[in-house]
């Protein structure tokens, strides 16, 4: 017997709240009909693509460099590295993208981030969170790219920290979105070289002070929208380091793939 005397046995309580939930859901359809993440066109559930923008989506998928992830020619198996990631070690340990930045992605990416589009941060950690178990898998937290607090409060949100707190309710791993701090506003990266993003960057972050002695010793991951040149990645990471973090894995949603890449061991 239910609080309000009514008796219910415990399958037709959990079937009434099924169908209930069914219900609203189906109002929800006809107030607010599910619509492509990408296009907008009409598709048959939300948060999702229609074929022809899931058929647009670069997902990035093995062999990949096993430092960079980005995509091998063929694979050559565990440990498989890029003449890039040979050449130019990052300051990172291991990085994973979901997809490639470009068609579909990149419309997806700007969604998020310049069309106040929230509802794409919950399919894009989906997409993460399967390019990047093997990084979540024994992970500490979640540390997502900080915004200057000038242009946080004119964009609103922060699109890294939004993937966070859709990753943590995903797969548990502790979501520390004020870890980092960005203390100085720096331009715009689009358009700049490799060396004037670096230089840009320089500085730019630092680890809040209260977490100073917490971050000893844990395995973090970075998360951010997009992976270009990895200027500002890179100046996270050292941060990072300095504070004595013993693992930094990075995950994006994209990443810009450029030309063939050939394996090495």
């Known amino acids: 017997m239910d609080g309000d005397g009514e008796i219910f046995e415990p399958s037709t309580r959990s079937l009434f709240r ?24 009409p598709v048959g ?17 093995a062999p990949v460099c096993e430092r960079l992830g980005t995509p091998l020619a063929f694979d050559l198996g565990p440990g498989a590295l890029s003449p890039q990631a040979i050449a130019s070690p990052p300051a990172f340990d291991r990085a994973r993208a979901a997809f490639r930045f470009d068609a ?11 069309g106040d589009r929230l509802d794409v941060a919950r399919a894009l950690a989906a997409w993460i969170a399967r390019a ?48 980092l701090k960005r203390v100085r506003r720096t331009r715009h990266q689009v358009g700049l070289t490799r060396a004037q993003r670096l230089d840009n960057v320089t500085g730019a972050f630092r680890v809040a002070e209260e977490k ?3 971050i000893r010793g844990k395995r973090l991951v970075l998360v951010d929208d997009v992976l270009t040149t990895g200027a500002t990645i890179e100046a996270c990471c050292r941060v990072l380091r ?14 810009v793939v450029e030309g063939p890449f050939a394996v090495h061991i």
């Open 18 to 41: 099924q169908r209930l939930g069914q219900g609203a859901a189906r109002g929800l359809d006809w107030l607010l009909p599910p619509l492509c993440l990408a296009c907008r066109h």
């Open 45 to 61: 559930s939300h948060h999702a693509l229609c074929p022809t923008c899931w058929r647009g989506v670069g997902f990035i998928t």
């Open 104 to 114: 579909t992605g990149r419309t997806l990416i700007h969604a998020l981030k310049y």
């Open 132 to 179: 990047g178990h093997e990084l979540l898998a024994d992970a500490d937290a979640l540390v997502p790219v900080p915004l200057h607090w000038t242009r946080l409060l004119a964009r609103r949100f922060n699109q890294a920290a939004e993937l966070t707190r859709h990753l943590s309710d995903l797969t548990g791993v502790a979501n520390e979105p004020l870890l």
């Open 212 to 214: 100073k002695g917490w």
């Open 242 to 255: 300095r504070a004595g973090a013993a693992r930094i894995d990075v995950l994006t949603a994209a990443r």
